[in-house]
C-alpha cells in the first residue's frame, strides 16, 4: 500500500511513454486537504530541476500533489529543464484544481534529455482519473528505472501510520541536506498532523541520517529526493516536538526508512548479496557513518563480497581508509561473530567460520573503534559483473 | 634499468618463495654510499609495519638499503610485525654489511600473513651476489604482485639523471602524506647530490602531487610508500633549492612520476582503458585534483568508460558530488575536442563524435569550473568484468 497506507492519500501510476518499455512511467500522488510538508534533497553541485523547484516549494511547508515522471532525470537541462518543471506542476495543478504551488515534482531517468511534456499532457487526464484510496502500488511501480521491483513499506507505532516508497538501484551513495538522494526518490505519508516545522526536525533526525548511509555505488545523484508529507487524516492537534507523539512518529518514519533502505540495496544493480556494516564506539553517530561506508563502498570490500572471499585484509584496510581519526591498535571487527580484525591485527590464518558467513545473502560486519558513544548503521551491497554489464551500456 | 639508470645504484630482483607463482619476490637496491632520502607514505589508520619502520627512519634522512619481499604486506601484524620488519632491516644491513637504520623494508601481497623470515635468510645471499649496476630491472620483476608487468621510467635533464620503478595493479589509490601509496610501491633515485630538506621539498612539490591524483580503484593501502634516494654520484655540491639545478631535478623526477603513474593505470587489474581528466580553473591545485579524482573513481564513470557508452551525464553527476564548492552554471566539460557538458548543461542528443573518442584506448576528458587559476592531472583506468573476477577470488 506504500503511500496510501496511510489515510487522506490517493496515489495512481500510468504509462505515458516516458521510458521505451511501455512499463508504468508517470505516478500522482494527491493529499486530500493542504498537508505539512519537509524535504531532503542532493547536495550534488548539478541539482536537476525538479530538486530545485521542490526545494524553494518545501520553505513554504504545504503540498497538496506530488508528479514524477521515469524515464528522463530533467537534469543538466539548464533553464529550459527548469521551465519544464514549472510547466509539469503547473498542468497536474491545473488537472487536479489546485495550485501550482502546491505541486512537488520529481523526476527519474537519464541525465541530458529534457521531459517530453506532451506526453505528460496526453496521460495527465488517465492519471488523475486513475487516483485511488490504494493506489500505493501503482504509484511504486511508475517511479522506477533499472529497479527489478517496487519497494514499499508502512508502520504504525501508536496513533500514527506512516507508509512509503522508493526507488533507485545504482547511481546511490546519497549525501543529503535536510531542507534541501543516485537518483534515489522517496516518498514517505503519514496520517499525523504536524506542523513543517516538526516535520523538518523529524527529517534531520531520522530521515536523512538512514539514508546517507545507504550505498550502492557511492555515487550521489542529481536527483535525489525524500518528501515526508503529513495529511492529518489521524485527526488530532498537531504533534508537538518533544511529546510521545513526537516520538511514535519519529520511530514510525524511521522503521519505514530502514525496511526501504534494505529494499534499495537488496534490488541494487547486479546485486546478490546484502553487506550490513554495524559501527560502534566512534566519537560521535557521523563519524561511525563515515567508517561504514568507506567499508560498504570499497570496491575491494565490495567484489571479495560477490565471490565470499573472507578478506579480512580488506576490511582493515577500508577501515583505516575512512579518513576519521582513531587509534588503530584498539580496533577490532566481527564478520558475524567471527573475529576478523583483533585490536588492530589480522588473523593468521584467517578463521574457518568467516567464510561461511561471507556466503550468506546478507553478510553482517560489525566494528568497535573503541573511542566514544557514536555508533551507526550502514547498508551496502556486493560489485558483480552484473553491476558491471548493466553500467557499461545504460544509455548505448 | 629503472632505479640503475642512476650512476651509483645496485640493484637485484631473486625468487625466495614469498610467492607461490615462483617469481622473483626479493628486490635489492644498495647505493654506493650513503645516500639523502625523502619519502611520502600512506595515510591508512593502519599503516603496515615497514611503512611505521620507514617513517622514522626516512626523518633521520640517510639510507644505504632497501629491501623489498613481496607476497605478504606485513600489515594488520601488531607489534610481532613490527618486530619482523626490523628484523628484515637488521638480517639486511648484516648481509650487506650496513647499519641496520641505514637499511629501509617495503612490503607487499596479502594483508594479514606474517612475512616468512626464514626465506629471507636463505635468499639474502643470493640476492646480495645478484646486486649489478644494471640490476634495476629484476628489481622492477621483484616488487610486482598483481601487476602483469615490470614499470619502469627514467629521465636526464640538466646534469641530472632520475630513474625510477612502480608497482601496484590494485587497491590504488594512494592518499600520500610527504614525511609519511593500495599497495603502490614506487622507488625514484637520483645521481644529484642533495640535502634531505630538499628532498623533502621535492617529494611535496612533485612527487606527492603525482601520486594523489592516481587512482585504480580509489582505496589507499595500508603499505603505500614512495622512497627518493639522492646517491650524489653525478658529483658537485648539493642541489640548493630554488636553483636552476633543482629545477631541473624536480622536473627530471616529476617526468618519472607521470611516466610511471601512466604505467600503472594500464596494468591496472582488469583495465582496458586509460582515463585521463585534466581539471582547469579551480580554486587550487587541491581542488582540481579532488574534481579530477571524483570522476575518475567513480563506478558509473568507469563501468561507462569499459563500455565505451558516451553517458555525458555521468560525468556531470561525479564532477557534481566531489564537495568542491563552484557555480555549476559555468562549467563546461570535453571529451577530447566534443563538449559534454556546457555551462553545467548536457547536449541532447550527445554528439556522435563522443563515441569515437569513448571507443579509443586513452580517453581525455577536459573539465573547466571556471573559477580560478588552479589546474591537475588525475590518472584513471576502466572497471571492468575482470577487475571483478581477480578481485572476487583474490585469496580463495
Redesign the interface.
Known sequence: MSVTFPHGFLASGVTAGFKASGRLDLGLLLCEGDAAVAGAFTT????AAPVQLDRRRVEAGAARAVVVNSGQ?N????SA?LRDAEAMAERTGRTLGCAADRVLVCSTG?????VPLDLLDASLPKATAALRDDGGGEFAEAILTTDSRAKQAEATIGRWRVGGCAKGA??I?P?LAAHGL?TLLVFLTTDAAAEPAALRELVSDHVVPAWNGVTV??????NDTVLLLAGGAAGGPSVQPGSVEARDLGAAVGAVCESLARLVVADAEGSSKTLVVQVNGATDAEAARTVGLAVAS???VK??L?????????F???????G???D??V?SAWLGDVAV?H??????P?PAGA?NVMAGPEVLLRIDLNRGPGAATVFGCD???D??????????
Not at 537534469?75 to 539548464?78: I, L, V, W
Open positions: 550534488n553541485a548539478f541539482p532525470a537534469a543538466g537541462t539548464g529543464g537519464v541525465i541530458g534529455p529534457r545504482g547511481m551513495g549525501r543516485g555505488d557511492a555515487c550521489p545523484s542529481t570499497s570496491p575491494l567484489t571479495a560477490f565471490g565470499g572471499d573472507p578478506n579480512p585484509g580488506r582493515l584496510q577500508a577501515i583505516g581508509a575512512s576519521v581519526v582513531f588503530g591498535s580496533v580484525v585490536r588492530g591485527t589480522v588473523p593468521d584467517v567464510a560489485l558483480s559483473h553491476y558491471v554489464e548493466i553500467n557499461s551500456r545504460y544509455t548505448t
